[in-house]
């Protein structure tokens, strides 16, 4: 069984940095598009970003754009969301998310085409 165990997060001040990790487990990284997402409160789950199962094709909001980045280390099955120049607007509650279904060099930024989810980290950016 596919298993996605979030670390990082936490309260940082506007304009800092914070890296989410998502570990994963059960299933060969390799042919898994991931996605991160996030949810305020009292607002729909949004796509953040996501990265293709080869890693070539990567996709981020538009609010998100040039400040955060998504990687992927196969060989040590994780994946990263590295967030800087954050505002209060990024708070929420982040998911990463997986799917195998995807074509290798696509990746969908909504809810719906991934299948797998972690456990949501806090992140809030409050002075």
């Known amino acids: 069984q596919t298993q996605l165990v979030q670390s990082g997060g936490g309260l940082v001040q506007p304009g800092g940095s914070l890296r989410l990790s998502c570990a994963v487990s059960g299933f060969t990284l390799d042919y898994l598009t991931i996605g991160w997402f996030r949810q305020a409160p009292g607002k729909e789950r949004e796509g953040v970003s996501c990265i293709s199962k080869s890693g070539d094709t990567t996709n981020y909001a538009d609010s998100v754009k040039g400040r955060f980045t998504i990687s992927r280390d196969n060989a040590n099955k994780m994946v990263y969301l590295q967030m800087n120049g954050l505002k209060p607007e990024d708070t929420a509650v982040y998911f990463c998310?997986?799917?195998?279904?995807?074509?290798?060099?696509?990746?969908?930024?909504?809810?719906?085409?991934?299948?797998?989810w972690g456990q949501g980290t806090q992140v809030t950016v409050s002075s």
């Open positions: 998310a997986a799917d195998n279904r995807q074509w290798r060099n696509v990746c969908y930024d909504t809810p719906g085409n991934y299948d797998f």
